[in-house]
C-alpha cells in the first residue's frame, strides 16, 4: 500500500460522503450471505469499483457492493458491504481492513460481521447461527502491525470485551423472539485457503474455538481500534475436519449458507431495529 492506511481509508471515505449521508450501523457480509443487502429498500448501491482503494473481489458469491439502504420501509438506514477480501488471496492485511476503516471515518459507529464458519463445538451444526462472543486470532498476521497512526487509534488497543455484550444481547433476544435456533461461541480465524487438517481442529477445540473461519478477525483488530462497536454472527455451513464423513467444499458452504438465509435475514432485521431504536 503505497498511502499511510489513515489518509488512504479518508480519501474513501470522503468520497462516499459525497454519495451518501453515513449511516450510524453497517453490516459486513459473508459468503452467501449477501441477501441482506438485496432486500434494503430505498437502495442506494455503489460499486467497489468505484471507491478509492476498494479491493476486486473474487470469491465467488460476493457482489463487490456498498449498499445503503433501509431495512423495511421506514425502518434504520444502514450500510452494507457485499463482499470482502480474505489473507487467502494474498492481501496485505491494510487492504483486507480498509473497507472497514473507511466506513468509520465515513460516520459508521456500529459494525456487525458476519461470516461463514465450520461448526466445532458439539452443540452447532449446519445452518446454526452463531454469535461471536471473542475470536482467537490465529492468521499470524495482524492489521495494526508496524508505525502506529494515533488518527486510527492507539498502540496498543484493548480487546478485552472485543465483541459488545450488549449489541450481541440484542440479537440473542430477537432469536429467542422468532424462535431462531442461535449458539454463541468463540471464533477460531485461521489464514486458510485450504480447510484445517483433522488435527488442527482437535487443537482448535482444545484451545476452546467453537467454529472456525478464514475471516473477520482482522477486520473486528481494525474496528476495536478505531473504537467502532462491533458485533460477529457465523453462519455455520460445515462441521469442521475430522468430525463427520463429509469432505469440506466451498459450493457446499455456500449452498448451506443459501439454506439459512431467512433465518440470516430476520435476525438481522429484527437486531438492527432493535439496536437502533435503543440508540
Ligand atoms: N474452515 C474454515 N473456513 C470455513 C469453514 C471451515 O470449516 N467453513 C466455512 N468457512
Redesign the pocket.
Known amino acids: 500500500m503505497d498511502t499511510k492506511p489513515y489518509d488512504f481509508a479518508l480519501n474513501a471515505a470522503s468520497f462516499l460522503n459525497g454519495r451518501d449521508a453515513a449511516p450510524d450501523f453497517a453490516v459486513v457480509l459473508g459468503?452467501g450471505l449477501g441477501a441482506f443487502a438485496k432486500q434494503l429498500s430505498e437502495p442506494n448501491v455503489i460499486s467497489y469499483a468505484d471507491i478509492p482503494g476498494f479491493p476486486n473481489v473474487g470469491v465467488a458469491g460476493h457482489a463487490g457492493q456498498l449498499v445503503v439502504g433501509r431495512v423495511g420501509p421506514d425502518g434504520p438506514r444502514v450500510a452494507a458491504l457485499s463482499g470482502r477480501v480474505h489473507l487467502y488471496e494474498g492481501h496485505d492485511p491494510n487492504m483486507v481492513v480498509h473497507p472497514v476503516r473507511t466506513l468509520a471515518l465515513w460516520g459508521v459507529g456500529t459494525i456487525v460481521f458476519t461470516?461463514?464458519?465450520?461448526a466445532i463445538q458439539d452443540q452447532l451444526k449446519p445452518g446454526d447461527l452463531m454469535l461471536i462472543s471473542d475470536h482467537i486470532n490465529l492468521t499470524g498476521l495482524n492489521p495494526l502491525t508496524g508505525h502506529n497512526d494515533e488518527r486510527l487509534g492507539t498502540r496498543f488497543p484493548d480487546m478485552s470485551y472485543a465483541y459488545d455484550r450488549d449489541v450481541t444481547a440484542c440479537f440473542k433476544a430477537i432469536a429467542k423472539e422468532q424462535n431462531i435456533h442461535i449458539g454463541v461461541g468463540v471464533y477460531a480465524g485461521?489464514r486458510?485457503p485450504s480447510?484445517?487438517t483433522p488435527a488442527e481442529i482437535r487443537m482448535l477445540r482444545a484451545m476452546g474455538a467453537d467454529a472456525?473461519?478464514?475471516s473477520t478477525v482482522c477486520e473486528v483488530i481494525a474496528a476495536r481500534h478505531m473504537g467502532m462497536t462491533v458485533a460477529g454472527i457465523s453462519c455455520i455451513?460445515?462441521y469442521?475436519?475430522g468430525l463427520s464423513d463429509d469432505l469440506?467444499d466451498h459450493s457446499e458452504?455456500k449452498a448451506t449458507a443459501d439454506l439459512a438465509r431467512n433465518k440470516f435475514l430476520n435476525l438481522l432485521n429484527g437486531g438492527i431495529k432493535r439496536i437502533m431504536a435503543k440508540e
Open positions: 459468503s461470516n461463514a464458519a465450520g485461521l486458510g480447510y484445517e472456525v473461519g478464514m455451513t460445515n469442521a475436519a469440506l458452504v
